[in-house]
């Protein structure tokens, strides 16, 4: 695997918990909406560059 996977596939995750917290502590919901889609597209990202 390349760096930039393995770099991608540990922010996803990470990026995942920070959106589960944030609406465990009852952020705005269009925070938490912004950081769903950013989880979503890390998550592609990563997924696109691992097949790669």
């Given at each position: 695997m390349?760096?930039?996977t393995i770099l991608?596939?540990?922010?996803t995750p990470c990026l995942v918990?920070?959106?589960?917290?944030?609406w465990?502590?009852?952020n705005?919901?269009?925070d938490i909406a912004l950081l769903g889609v950013?989880?979503?597209l890390?998550?592609?990202?990563t997924a696109?560059?691992?097949i790669l």
């Open positions: 390349d760096t930039s991608f596939a540990i922010l918990g920070v959106t589960l917290q944030a465990r502590l009852g705005e919901k269009r950013f989880s979503a890390m998550g592609m990202g696109v560059a691992a």
